[in-house]
């Protein structure tokens, strides 16, 4: 595996490093030790899928709050997807700074979520689905959003969304 470190403190870009022959290729996708190295988290405790039937689809921006916040591992499977994270870590050197990298299937990119940062996703084709890894059980109750055009935040979408849902479209700005 191949670690870029984003613009964003603490969250990393992974790409495969594929062994290949004559059937095609073989590629690790996670590995404690090479996480733990890094500081990251050596174990996922939950993995979920989501689907994603049509493209502009828009799922976000979540997070889960203390003291069960979650570091996710987010890998798009099939189609492609505009993936962003904003950092919600008041003392982080990036505080509600984002970033967004397009993760599909083609270039099998995954993008390492730390705690305290909110996330959410933009389809970009039909048919998308998204793969987590999870550090932490959910937790009812402790899951947060803010909405995915708050200006004091400014992501700057390549698409309006054409699918909302109306949980996701009521979410309140973060605030000043």
């Not at 505009?82 to 982080?92: C, H, N, T, Y």
């Not at 400014?154 to 699918?163: E, F, K, M, Q, T």
Request: proline share 7%; aromatic share 12%.
């Amino acid at each position: 595996m191949k670690f870029t470190e984003c613009p964003l403190s603490g969250a990393y870009l992974i790409d495969l490093m594929p062994e290949t022959d004559e059937r095609g290729f073989f590629a690790r996708t996670f590995c404690a030790a090479e996480f733990a190295a890094r500081g990251l988290a050596e174990h996922m405790s939950q993995s979920s899928v989501s689907y994603n039937e049509h493209a502009h689809t828009l799922r976000g921006l979540h997070w889960q709050a203390a003291p069960h916040e979650e570091e996710k591992l987010v890998r798009c499977t099939a189609g492609a997807i505009f993936d962003v994270i904003v950092d919600l870590r008041p003392k982080s050197p990036t505080y509600r700074g984002w970033y967004a990298v397009q993760l599909s299937a083609t270039n099998r990119s995954a993008l390492y979520v730390p705690k305290g940062f909110a996330h959410g996703f933009l389809t970009l084709s039909e048919a998308s689905e998204v793969l987590y890894m999870i550090s932490v059980a959910y937790a009812p109750g402790f899951g947060r959003g803010c909405r995915w055009n708050d200006p004091a935040i400014g992501i700057a979408w390549p698409h309006a969304p054409a699918v909302i849902s109306a949980r996701d479209a009521a979410l309140p700005p973060l605030g000043p």
